[in-house]
């Protein structure tokens, strides 16, 4: 079948429980069309309405995501939620690093390793979010900015473990703008993440997919994933409705030739 093709849906501080529920039915609605083995598909509603994702996509081909966690198993961290607490309710995969979490929150590289390694110890699925500012693309250093963030945070890991990491990258100054890097843009990084990971895990490197996640939507899904180091989206405005969503699902599915 070759490299697994994904396409995750980070509904960020939006939906609520209702709402929440007819997201996740009408994306499984809707995949059902599709023939074949469809990419895998991951929602990631907010913190209260976890569970009721988790219902709503029991048994069916929908994996339901967290947008964070904390490091830590246990302890006085108000607020926060842990790995094993997600794993407990039925998560299996779950966003870190995020380029809002990183402006807003702080969140450094070095805190995010140890999200990773809470979520691998647990079994849940790390995407794994990197990417650079508009000053830093405009400067030319957009591919050290890269680099630094994928070494700081994965750099530790075993091949065992980086083969069950997604990594999402995100340019920061197409994210909520309107812009979007072109397909030659998102190749072109995509492909030097590909030469950083093969640099460290030249076995599992080949296989770890690398998702494109600035404003990726309908009208450029189909370019972008026909990219050969795009493989998937984490998607932003677009997975907040269903017919969106369901069409960039249906981009990937024929960029992987089912």
């Known amino acids: 079948m070759g490299m697994e093709r994904i396409v995750a849906g980070n509904w960020k501080m939006n939906k609520d429980r209702a709402g929440t529920r007819a997201l996740v039915a009408a994306v499984v609605e809707g995949m ?6 469809a990419p895998t598909v991951v929602l990631a509603p907010p913190f209260p309405y976890l569970p009721d994702a988790c219902s709503a996509a029991a ?14 198993a246990s ?3 108000t607020g926060e939620v842990s790995a094993g607490m997600l794993a407990d309710i039925g998560v ?11 402006q807003h929150q702080g969140e450094t590289d070095a805190a995010v390793a140890g999200k990773v390694r809470a ?9 794994y979010c990197c990417g650079e500012r508009r000053e830093d693309r405009d400067a030319g250093r957009h591919h050290a900015v890269v680099a ?13 473990e980086i083969a069950r990491v997604v990594i999402a990258y995100e340019p920061v100054w197409a994210i909520g703008t309107g812009l979007t890097a072109t397909a030659g843009q998102a190749q072109d990084m995509h492909a030097h993440i590909r030469s950083l990971l093969r640099s460290q895990w030249p076995a599992e490197a080949t296989d770890i997919p690398l998702l494109y996640g600035g404003s990726c939507n309908p009208a450029n899904a189909a370019e972008l994933f026909t990219c050969p180091d795009v493989n998937g989206g984490l998607i932003g405005g677009a997975s907040l409705v269903a017919d969106q969503f369901l069409a960039i699902i249906r981009a990937a599915a024929g960029a992987s030739g089912y």
Do not use: D, M, Y
């Not at 299996?92 to 990183?102: A, D, L, Q």
């Not at 630094?148 to 065992?160: D, K, M, N, R």
């Open 32 to 37: 059902q069309p599709i023939k074949g083995p």
């Open 59 to 72: 048994g069916t081909r929908v994996h339901v995501a967290a947008q964070n966690c904390h490091a830590a």
């Open 75 to 77: 302890g006085a961290f």
């Open 92 to 102: 299996s995969w779950c966003i870190v690093g995020h380029s809002e979490r990183r």
């Open 119 to 127: 979520l691998l110890g647990q079994g849940i699925r790390p995407i």
């Open 148 to 160: 630094a963030q994928v070494g700081e945070a994965l750099g530790a890991l075993s091949g065992t």
